[in-house]
């Protein structure tokens, strides 16, 4: 498959349903190894949709500070790019 024919706009809300899932799940009565699987679970649905809104944004041509931030929290694009320029 190739990254212009993922609908992103569509897998935003599905992976959003899927973290709230996961998140109500982690909030039950779970043993250490099953805590950690779900803590991880949740990390890559984190992952995912951080990854889906910067492929809208570069499909649409909207602004990828924007969709970082609205992932992330406002001011995360900034930290990203800030913590990036000392390393290159």
């Known amino acids: ?36 699987q779900v803590a991880a679970l949740i990390e890559s649905a984190k992952g995912a949709l ?3 809104h910067i492929l809208h944004a570069r499909k649409t041509g909207a602004p990828l500070d924007r969709a970082i931030d609205s992932v992330c929290g406002a001011g995360s694009y900034a930290r990203i790019v800030s913590g990036l320029r000392p390393v290159a």
Not at 5 to 30: C, F, H, N, S, V
Request: no cysteine; net charge negative; charged share 20%.
């Open 50 to 52: 951080i990854s889906l």
């Open 1 to 36: 498959m190739i990254l212009a024919d993922i609908d992103a706009a569509a897998l935003i809300p599905a992976t959003l349903a899927q973290l709230r899932g996961l998140r109500a799940y982690a909030e039950t009565d779970l043993g250490a190894v099953e805590r950690a």
